[in-house]
């Protein structure tokens, strides 16, 4: 009787090799685009492409869209973006503590495109942009103390 270890021309299998992934790029070339790709989709991506001059350039400019594409994420991060800051702990790391009123603490920043706001950790309100830190600080209510 054959032993199981051997092989040879006794009938025993080689050993079973794991299944070999293909790579990214061989996996693409495989890719059947109309089962993935809706016809807009395509049209705008087409687009992009002749705007862009080159693949490189539009995926660069993907990518530069997807890093200015609004997260799902906590209030604080929301009212951050909103004022040109990528995080509530950017925004929170560019602001000064200006005056405290109980249970509110008001901050100056100066946002990336310009100007000056002043809100509060409680409300996460800024009404607008000023041109100057001192017309900023200037609309902190008065019951605010210094």
Request: no cysteine; charged share 20%.
């Amino acid at each position: 009787m054959t032993s199981p270890t051997r092989a040879g021309a006794h009938g025993a299998k080689p050993p079973l090799k794991p299944p070999v992934q293909p790579s990214s790029t061989e996996h693409a070339a495989d890719w059947v685009e109309h089962e993935h790709v809706a016809p807009p989709l395509e049209a705008q991506a087409g687009q992009l492409l002749k705007n862009a001059g080159s693949p490189g350039l539009a995926h660069q400019a993907l990518d530069a869209a997807e890093r200015h594409q609004p997260a799902l994420g906590s209030p604080q991060d929301e009212f951050a973006r909103q004022w040109g800051f990528t995080s509530y702990l950017e925004l929170f790391e560019a602001s000064t503590l200006v005056r405290s009123a109980v249970g509110k603490n008001w901050l100056v920043a100066v946002v990336p495109h310009g100007g000056w706001i002043v809100w509060n950790e409680t409300d996460l309100h800024a009404s607008r942009a000023f041109p100057t830190r001192d017309e900023a600080i200037a609309e902190i209510p008065a019951q605010a103390e210094a």
